[in-house]
């Protein structure tokens, strides 16, 4: 039996635990602020829901996806609805050829496993999101960070930071500190996060 491709192994784990944390996530948490600015616990569930699992199902099977889409509805069982979704979008991974070549945003094409880092890396980040806004004591598994930590050093450009877009600006984090807290610190939250001091 071949081995599981890394990829897949880091995507797996990546879901499972974004499906780990949303069940432990109360009805009565929705409206709780997040260290995404101006993002309640309910907002970040239906970026997860509604256009995270869409588009990454659409990249997993070589098309484009399409970020402009309006969120979807989604139900009061948020955890059923994200391991349907899932699962949908784990069984289009499995079935392709990771190294088939894909469109990139630019033009130009790359190997379809690429498609990969940012979904792990959305994962990872948003987990911690969801820990911290409901006051989850969970440990997160601290490869899935260090993976999103190094791809997204590679790819995330200065004008992207800043007021009204997509991500804030680097809040600097020492060396030694945990997987998360970089990870965090990189996409511009503050590690340090916690209700009621911001939001």
Same mark, same amino acid.
């Given at each position: ?5 890394? *990829?897949?192994?880091?995507? =797996?784990?990546? !879901? ?9 996530? +109360?009805? %009565? /948490? ?65 079935? *392709?050829?990771?190294?088939? =070549?894909?469109? !990139? ?9 690429? +498609?990969? %880092? /940012? ?81």
């Amino acid at each position: 039996m071949a081995d599981k491709d890394p *990829a897949l192994d880091l995507m =797996e784990r990546a !879901v499972a635990q974004m499906a780990d944390v949303i069940a432990a996530i +109360r009805p %009565d /948490q929705a409206e709780l602020p997040t260290p995404c600015e101006n993002w309640p616990v309910r907002r970040v569930l239906g970026h997860l829901l509604g256009q995270i699992l869409p588009n990454f199902t659409v990249a997993a099977r070589g098309a484009t996806p399409d970020w402009q889409a309006s969120e979807e509805e989604f139900g009061p069982d948020w955890a059923a609805e994200f391991r349907t979704r899932a699962a949908e979008l784990l069984a289009a991974w499995h079935s *392709a050829d990771l190294d088939g =070549e894909a469109p !990139v945003p630019g033009g130009g094409t790359a190997p379809l496993r690429a +498609r990969t %880092d /940012q979904q792990i890396t959305e994962f990872a980040m948003h987990a911690w999101d969801l820990t911290r806004a409901t006051g989850q004591d969970r440990e997160l598994d601290p490869e899935l960070a260090e993976h999103g930590l190094a791809w997204s050093k590679r790819i995330l450009e200065p004008e992207f930071r800043g007021t009204g877009k997509a991500f804030g600006l680097e809040i600097p984090v020492p060396d030694d500190a945990s997987a998360y807290d970089r990870l965090a610190g990189w996409f511009g939250r503050d590690p340090h996060w916690k209700p009621g001091l911001t939001g």
